[in-house]
């Protein structure tokens, strides 16, 4: 492909990395800060589910036949091994370990992330005991070094999960405190295995998050005390926007799957956080949050929403594009640093029976990429910025290879031109009291580098 149809795409390369190692006095710092960096999801995500089986209308895909415009790839599923709902497994099912693990390293080099999805609508996951919990972790761990996934996905589904006391910051219930504690776990053994932190993402259905709002107890915000626990963890949050019923916005309106006003009023709850019967749910920031919808109209029961009503939510959200609907935003300006879109399922999006072959990854690049002209081609040898995400300044790491001084444009999420900056030296600083919160690109000539203001 080319450059410009990586857009808003991030490459990592050890070759990219290196050169900084020449910049002695401040060395040490980029060389933390670029570690954390690669294990971090690619921002805005466009996440798809993988099927790891044939099905005839919507047939296995080779992992390295996927449109490159996916970033994050969810396989889907590790499950428990018959007779458990707790000893976890995964095998390939229409290629050998071998060429799945290759396959997967072929993407990995290009920069995209792959995870291994826990559970799905089939195979309920449930650690009744410390014994199930451990047993768990045990092979949860064994299947993420084996083929070497960038992280786990919790997918829980049916009886999985189910609140019967507590409250959302001190639950009671042996499930969902042993998953806390498993999650916890595998995270601490990647880290000490690996030295860079595993990535985690969480798609559960809307009655365990925002159903949290009507009732807490049963599946209703059975999810909030595990999301709430792991909030500094979580990667990306991309609640199942599609077979739901109805649910409460926290503006206390009732809003239904499929249209603008949903995505809306489902996306900002979970960013700003509400108030249930079992307590006080804070929230995640909006980078942390991705829309989450079908590919296309067979592949969920309900709650496909048609590309032209998913850009309008997304535009208003991000504050780029006006209200598409009754629901109003509570934030003016909307949150630009919206971590992304997810959907099911990347094989659903391949086929072009219900809709356009990779409609939804195209209506993705037409939201987050397209729409702005800029080509992000990140390269660590010619420039960096940190802190990331950044409050009051931001500081700009330039390498020899780029001429000083240099004139830096400063682009917002929209791609609109903020301001330009003079930088004269290899260490600079950069106010950012004027900028309001979001997502910003600093270019220098053709490279670029993303940052956050909080």
């Not at 940190?386 to 830096?408: C, G, S, V, Y």
Request: net charge negative.
């Amino acid at each position: 492909m080319s450059r410009i149809s990586y857009m808003f795409s991030i490459t990592n390369s050890k070759s990219q990395i290196a050169p900084l190692t020449k910049l002695i006095c401040i060395a040490c710092v980029f060389l933390i800060a670029c570690s954390i960096s690669m294990a971090q999801l690619p921002q805005p995500a466009l996440v798809g589910y993988w099927h790891n089986w044939d099905d005839g209308n919507a047939p296995y895909l080779n992992l390295t036949a996927i449109d490159s415009r996916y970033n994050v790839i969810d396989v889907s599923f590790a499950v428990p091994q018959t007779g458990t709902d707790y000893k976890m497994e995964f095998v390939p099912d229409q290629v050998s370990q071998a060429v799945f693990i290759s396959q997967m390293q072929t993407l990995q080099s290009q920069g995209k992330k792959i995870l291994i999805s826990i559970g799905g609508a089939t195979a309920p996951v449930s650690l009744d005991n410390i014994t199930e919990r451990d047993t768990f972790i045990a092979t949860m761990n064994s299947i993420i070094n084996t083929y070497g996934f960038d992280g786990i996905d919790i997918d829980l589904e049916g009886s999985s999960l189910s609140v019967s006391g507590g409250t959302i910051t001190a639950p009671a219930d042996a499930k969902i405190i042993h998953l806390i504690e498993a999650i916890q776990q595998i995270k601490s053994d990647y880290f000490a295995s690996h030295n860079k932190p595993l990535l985690l993402t969480m798609a559960p259905e809307t009655a365990f998050v925002q159903g949290g709002m009507s009732a807490y107890g049963g599946i209703w915000g059975a999810y909030l005390p595990v999301i709430e626990a792991l909030k500094d963890s979580i990667d990306l949050l991309h609640v199942q926007l599609y077979n739901s019923g109805s649910m409460y916005g926290i503006d206390g309106g009732i809003y239904t799957q499929g249209t603008a006003d949903f995505i809306v009023a489902m996306t900002e709850a979970v960013i700003q956080g509400f108030t249930t019967s079992g307590g006080n749910f804070s929230g995640l920031p909006a980078n942390k949050v991705a829309i989450g919808l079908p590919a296309c109209v067979n592949a969920a029961g309900g709650g496909f929403t048609d590309t032209a009503t998913v850009s309008a939510a997304i535009k208003y959200l991000m504050g780029t594009g006006p209200q598409p609907g009754s629901y109003q935003l509570v934030q003016n300006g909307g949150y630009p640093s919206l971590g992304g879109m997810m959907t099911w399922s990347i094989n659903w999006d391949a086929v072009n029976t219900c809709g356009p072959a990779y409609g939804y990854a195209s209506n993705y690049e037409s939201i987050f990429g397209t729409t702005t002209g800029i080509e992000y081609v990140a390269d660590a040898e010619y420039f960096k910025v940190f802190p990331n995400p950044a409050n009051e300044i931001l500081q700009i790491l330039t390498a020899n290879k780029l001429a000083l001084p240099q004139q830096m444009q400063l682009f917002d999420a929209t791609g609109r031109l903020i301001k330009t900056i003079e930088c004269s030296e290899q260490h600079s600083f950069f106010s950012l009291q004027n900028l309001e919160p979001g997502m910003y690109f600093l270019r220098a000539g053709q490279f670029m580098q993303k940052f956050i203001r909080k």
